[in-house]
C-alpha cells in the first residue's frame, strides 16, 4: 500500500511539474533561461541611468563592452545590457523618467540578477550657488520632497511634517490678500527594508548613501572634467566634482528661481532631479549598497532667460559618465 501512495504522489508531482511548466509562456521561459547562464557568470554591478541623453554619453565613452553571448535581455520593456566597464562585469538600464520608474527598474534588476550593488547616474538641476554647471556632485544624502500635505490658507500643519511653504509669502506685492493655494508641508516617506520588522514601515526623510562607497567616491575629487559642449561653447571655469552635499528628488522638474532658494534655504540641498531617491530607498530596503553621481546640467530656474539643460545637459552627462567610469575602476 505504501508502495502505491509513494507511485501516486510521483506521478501528482511530474502532472503538477508539467502544468506549471505549460502555464509560462514558451517566451519567458527562453529568458528565465538566459537570465540563469547570465547570472551564472555574475556577480555583477548594476548600473542605472534616465533618460537618452545619458544612455549616449555613457555609450559614446565607449567604456562598455557588451557580453559576446547574451548582450542584453529584454525585461518588461527595458532592454537590461551585459558587459563589463574597467574589467568589472556589469548589467546596465535605462530606467525612464520619474520615481516610479526608477523604483521599478532598480528592484527588477535587483531581483532578476545577480548584483552587489547599484551606480546610478546622470544628470541634475543645481539649487547650490558655490557650484556651477558642468560639476559632478555625488551625495551622501537624499530626500523625497514631494510627499506632500497640501493645506487650506488657515490649516494647521501637521506636527510630524519636516517643512511648511507658504504660498502667500510668495505673493507680489509681499503680503498683499490672500492666497488661496493655502500652503504645503513635507511628509516623511514609509521606508521598509528587509532588515527591519516585517509589514512595518519606519518614517525617513534623508536616505543615506552607503558609507563605504561614498569613501571610495571620495578619491575621485581632483579629477580632470570637461569644460566645452564643443569646439564653440565652452564653460567660463573649470568643472569640479564634489562628494558629500545633499540631493532632492521629486516628481517635479524644477525650473524656478523662488522654489530652487526655498529649496536651498530650507533642506541644504544642492541638486534637484526626479529619479534618485527612488533608487537609493529601493536598493536600500533591499540592502544593497547604493550611490549616486549627477552632472550638473542647469540652473533650476536661478538663470536669466532660458534653461540651460539644452545646450549643457549632454557635457554635464558626459563629466558624469567619466566619474562613474572611474569609481567602477575603484570597486573590487
Known amino acids: 500500500m505504501a508502495a502505491e501512495q509513494l507511485v501516486a504522489l510521483l506521478f501528482l508531482t511530474l502532472v503538477l511539474i508539467f502544468v506549471n511548466a505549460s502555464a509560462i509562456p514558451s517566451n519567458r521561459l527562453k529568458f528565465l533561461n538566459i537570465i540563469k547562464e547570465v547570472n551564472r557568470k555574475g556577480p555583477y554591478v548594476g548600473l542605472i541611468t534616465v533618460y537618452p541623453p545619458e544612455e549616449n554619453a555613457f555609450f559614446a565613452s565607449k567604456a562598455f563592452k557588451p557580453d559576446g553571448k547574451h548582450p542584453f535581455v529584454d525585461l518588461s520593456g527595458r532592454r537590461f545590457r551585459v558587459g563589463k566597464v574597467q574589467g568589472k562585469k556589469v548589467i546596465y538600464v535605462r530606467c525612464g523618467v520619474g520615481m516610479v520608474n ?113 569613501q571610495l567616491a571620495a578619491g575621485l575629487e581632483g579629477m580632470e572634467l570637461e569644460r ?56 536600500l530596503s533591499n540592502g544593497y549598497p547604493v550611490i549616486v553621481i549627477r552632472g550638473l546640467s542647469d540652473l533650476a530656474g536661478g538663470q536669466t532667460g532660458q534653461n540651460a539643460i539644452q545646450t549643457f545637459g549632454p557635457l554635464a552627462a558626459r563629466n558624469a559618465v567619466q566619474a562613474v567610469v572611474k569609481f567602477i575602476g575603484y570597486l573590487s
Open 102 to 214: 526608477a523604483a521599478a527598474a532598480t528592484q527588477q534588476m535587483l531581483d532578476m540578477f545577480d548584483i552587489t550593488g547599484i551606480v546610478h547616474f546622470g544628470i541634475a538641476g543645481n539649487v547650490n550657488n558655490s557650484m556651477s554647471i558642468g560639476d559632478v556632485t555625488i551625495p551622501k544624502q537624499f530626500a523625497h520632497t514631494g510627499i506632500w500635505d497640501w493645506l487650506n490658507p488657515n490649516g494647521t500643519l501637521p506636527t510630524n511634517d519636516i517643512a511648511e511653504l507658504d504660498f502667500g509669502s510668495y505673493n507680489v506685492p509681499k503680503g498683499d490678500g490672500m492666497n488661496l493655494l493655502g500652503k504645503i508641508g513635507y511628509s516623511y516617506e514609509q521606508f521598509f527594508s528587509e532588515s527591519g520588522k516585517p509589514n512595518t514601515a519606519i518614517p525617513l526623510f534623508w536616505a543615506q548613501i552607503s558609507e563605504q562607497w561614498l
Open 228 to 283: 566645452c559642449v564643443n569646439s564653440s561653447v565652452c564653460l567660463s571655469r573649470k568643472p569640479k566634482l564634489v562628494v558629500g552635499l545633499r540631493g532632492s528628488t521629486a516628481n517635479i522638474f524644477v525650473d524656478n528661481a523662488a522654489y530652487r532658494d526655498f529649496l536651498y534655504q530650507t533642506y541644504a540641498v544642492s541638486s534637484v532631479d526626479m529619479e534618485s531617491f527612488a533608487v537609493v530607498m529601493t536598493s
